[in-house]
């Protein structure tokens, strides 16, 4: 949880809120990837791409 807080304090000092979309979208690929891998719901997140 200190990563997230340091990442959190570093885009506020910095201005850099545009990276916040990008994370985003990076953790919910990291997500589907971590589903996919071996589980029931594999088949349908195969479909959508």
Known sequence: MDF??????FLKVRKKFWLLPILVIMVMFGGLIVLSK???VAPFIYTVF
Do not use: N, Q, R, Y
């Open 38 to 40: 071996g589980s029931a």
């Open 4 to 9: 997230l807080k340091e990442l959190w304090m």
